[in-house]
Structure formats: C-alpha cells, structure tokens
C-alpha cells in the first residue's frame, strides 16, 4: 500500500472520529423509507455552534493497525456556522515510518444541527455505557475541566465479531469539545485489531 493511500486511509478514519464522536451507528433494521425519522439535537453541532469561522483546534495522535502505525498532526478549522450547519476543514499531516517527510490531506466536514433520535448513543443497541466521571486535563497553559464517557461496542459484520472500547473527554470550553481519546478494537481472535490515541494540543477561539 502506497504512503498516499495509506494516508488518505488515516484521514478518512480521523474523519470518521471527529463527525461521529458521538459513537452514534446506524440501526440494525432501517425504518422504512417513507417513515419519517424523528429528530435530536445533534451534540457535535452544539460544540461548535457558539464560536466563529477562523477557531482553530488542534491534536496529535497515533493510530496502531496491524503492522501499519501512523502518527498524525491534526488541525480542525470552523469554516461556515449557520443554523442549520456548521462546516469543519480538516487538514491532516501523517508521518508513516520509513518515510522522511508528511503526507498532508485536508477535508471537510458538514456537521448538521439536527441528527435522527436514534443515532444518538443512548438511544443505540450496539452501544453501552460502563462507565463515566470527571478529570482535569492540562492543555498547554490551560486547565479543561472534562467530563469523560467509555463506551463498549460490538458489532458483527460477515459472521465476526468485533468489541470496541472507547473513552472519550470532553470539555464545554474546547471548540468541538473532545480534548482526548482513546479506543482500541478487539478482533475475533481477541487480539487487538486497531487502537487509536488522541490529545488536544492547542486550540484559538476567532475574535
């Protein structure tokens, strides 16, 4: 696999982090199409709905998948807040090792202010809370005073089973919310088959 492949892969599975925070899934057995879904406030929108275009995130992380290890630079820019949306640019600079250099890739992301009800995490058959609290984390010269969730997944996909277990810390006072994360997935050898770690380096509100 190509180190531009490679990358692109990390990018969208950072993606996959950020617009779905929430470990919201897709139900097992979708509604019919013309049933209407009943709708939430979505969380992620809520956590950035209150800055403006310009506020800056930034993170570093590391992602373990079999043999292919990544570690990333990870910059979250408010690109459009509206009512109805708001829209992150994401730019990711991914070392691989071996490689001498970074491979940058930059997406973005619509974030709406309205999701169905039932992908919220308490409202998700494949999610369970086991456990929560509060711990104070220090990013740069700033106390976050965070509140933290861990969550177990499962889900089956072709007759294999697969675990996840994830905690994730967010803080009220963070663009976006999330300051760290840590997930790691159980395959069906019971061998891990991907952990991923990320920490808030810095972040700036627009003025």
Avoid: H
Avoid at 181 to 196: F, L, N, Q, R
């Amino acid at each position: 696999m190509s180190s531009r492949i490679l990358a692109g892969l990390t990018a969208a599975a950072l993606a996959g982090i950020f617009s779905g925070m929430t470990f919201a899934q897709e139900p097992a057995t979708a509604p019919a199409a013309d049933a209407p879904k009943e709708m939430a406030e979505n969380p992620q929108f809520a956590m950035w709905a209150g800055y403006k275009a310009g506020t800056t995130v930034k993170y570093k992380s590391t992602i373990i998948a079999g043999e292919r290890n990544t570690t990333n630079e990870v910059t979250n820019t408010l690109k459009e807040s509206t009512a109805e949306k708001v829209v992150i640019e994401m730019k990711t600079a991914t070392t691989i090792p071996g490689m001498d250099r970074q491979v940058e890739n930059s997406l973005k992301m619509d974030v709406p202010a309205k999701i169905a009800k039932e992908l919220l995490p308490e409202n998700s058959s494949s999610n369970k809370l086991i456990g929560k609290g509060d711990e104070e984390i220090k990013v740069a010269d700033k106390i976050c005073k965070c509140e933290w969730k861990e969550y177990e997944t499962t889900t089956e996909i072709n007759g294999q089973k697969t675990v996840s277990k994830s905690r994730i810390w967010t803080c009220k006072e963070v663009p976006g919310g999330l300051v760290k994360m840590e997930a790691v997935t159980i395959g069906a050898d019971s061998k891990a088959a991907s952990e991923v770690k990320m920490t808030l380096v810095e972040f700036k509100a627009a003025p």
